[in-house]
């Protein structure tokens, strides 16, 4: 009988195990096996309206999570005719913003998980029905889908899955100074808790000869922003 209980026991611990493996797949994974419900999310951005569409298996599909709203109400925004990026973009809210307040530049969405991708073309189409042709689409992880391309970007903003781990985002920010123009800026947020500190010192130390400046441009709520600027 205590084989039996000892058995079961296992099993339930296996089942949670793999329940928040489940969850946590919003971040990497292209394909998350979690089942598929949609939800809808509205959100006042920048004195404006936005409406979006979310689905299980993406990051924060409930609500719009503080950090990317902190992120959007206080992010640098370069003059129209832009080149920019929303990289990791989950269902697109940073980028739909841009192309929303700069309607002549060209917006980029990327992230490896075809679920987020799909409820970003369902948000472009619905927010920004009169701006579709200045904003596209790539399936990929972080800057692969631009391998094959000649692409520079003036902004790249993001909301990095520090989940995963801060030397994978540190190895990002040593690579994105390839695709920034001149003065191109690199734009993200990160939770205090999540390393901020850390980050900011570690770019100040290690990155100063890729970076112009580096700087962060405001905290709030436990939530400080950068902006690293190429030379």
Same mark, same amino acid.
């Given at each position: 009988?205590?084989?039996?209980?000892?058995?079961?026991?296992?099993?339930?611990?296996?089942?949670?195990?793999?329940?928040?493996?489940?969850?946590?797949?919003?971040?990497?994974?292209?394909?998350?096996?979690?089942?598929?419900?949609?939800?809808?999310?509205?959100?006042?951005?920048?004195?404006?309206?936005?409406?979006?569409?979310?689905?299980?298996?993406?990051?924060?599909?409930?609500?719009l999570d503080?950090?990317?709203?902190?992120?959007?109400e206080h992010?640098?925004?370069?003059?129209?005719?832009?080149?920019?990026?929303?990289?990791?973009?989950?269902?697109?809210?940073?980028?739909?913003?841009?192309?929303?307040?700069?309607?002549?530049?060209?917006?980029?969405?990327?992230?490896?998980?075809?679920?987020?991708?799909?409820?970003?073309?369902?948000?472009?189409?619905? !927010?920004?029905?009169? #701006?579709? /042709?200045?904003?596209?689409? +790539?399936?990929?992880?972080?800057?692969? $889908?631009?391998?094959? %391309? @000649?692409?520079?970007?003036?902004?790249?903003?993001? !909301?990095?899955?520090? #989940?995963? /781990?801060?030397?994978?985002? +540190?190895?990002?920010?040593?690579?994105? $100074?390839?695709?920034? %123009? @001149?003065?191109?800026?690199?734009?993200?947020?990160?939770?205090?808790?999540?390393?901020?500190?850390?980050?900011?010192?570690?770019?100040?130390?290690?990155?100063?000869?890729?970076?112009?400046?580096?700087?962060?441009?405001?905290?709030?709520?436990?939530?400080?922003?950068?902006?690293?600027?190429?030379?």
């Amino acid at each position: 009988m205590e084989h039996i209980l000892d058995g079961m026991k296992s099993k339930k611990i296996k089942e949670k195990l793999n329940d928040m493996e489940k969850k946590n797949q919003h971040y990497s994974t292209q394909f998350p096996d979690v089942r598929v419900r949609v939800y809808s999310v509205s959100e006042s951005l920048k004195h404006h309206l936005f409406f979006f569409k979310t689905v299980t298996g993406i990051f924060s599909f409930k609500q719009l999570d503080l950090g990317t709203k902190v992120f959007i109400e206080h992010m640098k925004i370069p003059e129209q005719g832009s080149i920019l990026l929303d990289l990791g973009c989950g269902y697109g809210a940073i980028g739909i913003v841009l192309a929303y307040l700069k309607p002549k530049s060209t917006v980029y969405f990327t992230d490896i998980n075809k679920r987020a991708l799909w409820c970003a073309k369902e948000n472009i189409r619905f !927010n920004l029905s009169e #701006r579709i /042709g200045k904003t596209i689409l +790539l399936q990929g992880s972080y800057f692969k $889908p631009f391998e094959n %391309k @000649s692409i520079k970007f003036d902004g790249v903003y993001m !909301n990095p899955p520090l #989940r995963k /781990g801060r030397q994978e985002f +540190l190895k990002l920010c040593e690579d994105v $100074p390839r695709h920034l %123009k @001149s003065k191109g800026q690199f734009q993200f947020v990160i939770k205090r808790k999540m390393g901020a500190e850390y980050i900011q010192n570690y770019l100040t130390t290690h990155f100063s000869d890729l970076y112009e400046t580096i700087e962060v441009t405001f905290k709030r709520s436990g939530y400080w922003i950068f902006c690293l600027t190429t030379k």
